[in-house]
């Protein structure tokens, strides 16, 4: 394994207490102190390769334990308290996890890092909507930009899921309502409260408090502007102050996989290259998830994790002009740009304004590129939802999410010209969801599985050979099965 971390990661470690923040735009996201994640070589064994690294670091005292894990994955979370390490102590830890066990013990090693919500990363707020956002919401900029009006008269989502991997999420907010899948998780407090609510503490002590709450609330609700029969899987990775690690993102994509999800939503992200999310991302590609992520905030190429990831669907942030958001970051590994900035942000017009569910039943104006995220995952489950008769001979499972991504791709609208300096790093285009979904057939009613315009015994047979199966698009109430739930549904809408 090649090194890649400045010995400065290793003092990051001691500026913060519990989950840390960078600090400030442009800074590498810290490592979060005492944690390691590991995956185990195969023929490896937990124990012995914790009595190994507590032998040759004798200042950890005995008290590197395991507290998690992703069974299937040989995948462990460990801790360790961190106070009674030097800096060099750390450092040369921290070297070992990343090359000195590689092999024997390790296929790879490293301490857990901090991933957050861009907006929070960069002091970017919302703004109220004081009156009307139940009428200004629907009528926002983007959906004349992407085409939603025409891209709804053939696809609208149905029989999509698409998980939200964010704050948490205001299930009673009327634009979320009966939108809102249970059985969602909160892997940040480990208990099934995904609601988006913060502790009153400013956990990454950047002087807010809780500055993040609203924040899955709002990206949601943008996924149900653009596909508003999908349905969404709430979970919580990141804490109200809109900080999480790569540990809570892995384990919340690893949840949205086995709750047969056909999107996965990341308006998150870090400045470290994460293995346990590179490897999740590309589990999820292989089942047919499409996996979209954000650019980044910060206004520079630097790259953002997973965003640059080849099997994620990265975003960068546009104006109503398609003109580049200047806080968007910017790569040439990126796939689309989508509308994500807002005119006179400092003094926001609802007019010419990114507008969002807030908790409480609210409405408000924010700009960034998780929102564009959001845009673009809605877009994905527009064009999920044409295809239910997939993977078939003609598009593999492992070839879905490209699939998705091409199209997106071939059908966005060229602003180069409008971006010259930025050609090429924003992605192929604008989304343009009228020209991606005309690409294709007419979404079809639930239960035509072969999607040849009736609901009969062919459909019946294809759901019975998918009975039980997690990743199916037979799994019409999206509850992550197969099962009588769907036969009642394919039964209600039977046409022959
Ligand atoms: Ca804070
Ligand atoms: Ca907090
Ligand atoms: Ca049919
Ligand atoms: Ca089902």
């Not at 949840?255 to 590309?282: K, Q, R």
Request: glycine share 12%; net charge negative.
């Amino acid at each position: 394994m090649k090194p890649r971390y400045a010995p400065c990661r290793a003092i990051a470690l001691f500026a913060c207490a519990g989950l840390a923040s960078a600090d400030g735009p442009g800074e590498p996201d810290p490592a979060v102190p005492g944690q390691i994640i590991v995956r185990l070589a195969a023929t490896a064994d937990i124990d012995a390769f914790v009595a190994q690294c507590q032998a040759d670091h004798p200042a950890l005292n005995l008290g590197l334990t395991v507290v998690n894990a992703i069974g299937s994955e040989s995948t462990y979370l460990l801790e360790f308290d961190p106070s009674g390490l030097s800096e060099a102590q750390l450092t040369q830890l921290e070297y070992d996890l990343q090359d000195g066990y590689l092999g024997t013990y390790l296929t790879w090693g490293g301490f857990a890092y901090v991933a957050q919500g861009p907006e929070g990363g960069t002091g970017n707020i919302w703004f109220f909507v004081p009156t009307n956002g139940p009428d200004l919401f629907p009528a926002q900029f983007a959906a004349a930009t992407l085409g939603l009006n025409d891209a709804h008269l053939t696809s609208t989502g149905q029989g999509t899921v698409v998980a939200v991997l964010d704050t948490g999420i205001d299930a009673t907010h009327p634009q979320l309502q009966g939108r809102v899948l249970a059985g969602g998780y909160n892997f940040i407090d480990n208990n099934g409260n995904t609601a988006d609510v913060g502790n009153g503490v400013d956990d990454d002590g950047d002087g807010l408090v809780d500055e993040l709450v609203g924040h899955g609330t709002f990206v949601a609700s943008l996924v149900t502007l653009v596909a508003p029969d999908a349905r969404i899987l709430p979970v919580r990775v990141l804490n109200g102050d809109g900080v999480g690690s790569d540990w809570s993102v892995a384990l919340g994509i690893q949840y949205a996989i086995d709750h047969g999800v056909e999107v996965i939503n990341l308006s998150l992200s870090s400045t470290h290259e994460s293995e346990i999310i590179e490897e999740a991302v590309e589990r999820a590609a292989d089942l047919g998830i499409v996996t979209v992520s954000a650019a980044g905030n910060f206004g520079t190429d630097t790259p953002q994790f997973p965003a640059v990831e080849s099997p994620v669907l990265g975003v960068a942030a546009v104006d109503e002009q398609d003109v580049k958001a200047s806080f968007s970051s910017y790569n040439e590994d990126l796939t689309i740009a989508a509308p994500g900035a807002n005119a006179n942000p400092g003094q926001p017009d609802p007019l010419h304004s990114i507008i969002g569910a807030l908790p409480g039943g609210m409405y408000g104006m924010w700009e960034g590129t998780s929102f564009a995220t959001a845009l673009v995952s809605g877009g994905a489950a527009l064009l999920r939802a044409q295809h239910p008769e997939w993977p078939n001979d003609a598009v593999s499972v492992s070839e879905i999410a490209d699939t998705i991504e091409e199209i997106l791709r071939e059908t966005s609208v060229d602003i180069d010209g409008l971006n010259t300096i930025f050609a090429d790093q924003l992605g192929e285009g604008r989304m343009d969801l009228a020209e991606a979904v005309a690409a294709g057939p007419s979404a079809p009613t639930p239960g035509d599985l072969d999607n040849d315009g009736s609901i009969g015994i062919l459909d019946f047979l294809a759901m019975l050979a998918d009975w039980n199966l997690t990743h199916s698009s037979a799994d019409l109430d999206g509850d992550g099965t197969v099962g009588i739930l769907d036969f009642l549904i394919l039964l209600g809408n039977w046409s022959v």
